[in-house]
């Protein structure tokens, strides 16, 4: 799977669900989840963006 969530590492921020809301949600725990393997460029954009390096775009 090319983009995965550290959930561990996840704060909650909400800065990848903002970037790239077609991407990502926050889950009930409130920790950020990918909801499609498409749209890979703003993946990568919220990778660039977590603040704890949680998103992984490989
Ligand atoms: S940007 Fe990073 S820390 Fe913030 S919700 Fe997304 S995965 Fe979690």
Do not use: H, R, W, Y
């Not at 725990?29 to 460029?41: A, C, H, V, W, Y």
Request: with cysteine; proline share 7%.
């Amino acid at each position: 799977m090319p983009i995965s969530v550290n959930k561990e590492t996840c704060i909650g921020c909400g800065t990848c669900v903002s970037l790239c809301p077609s991407g990502f949600k926050l889950n009930d725990d409130g920790k950020s989840e990918p909801i499609t393997q498409e749209n890979l460029e703003c993946a990568k954009q919220a990778e660039d963006s977590c603040p704890v390096k949680a998103i992984i775009v490989s």
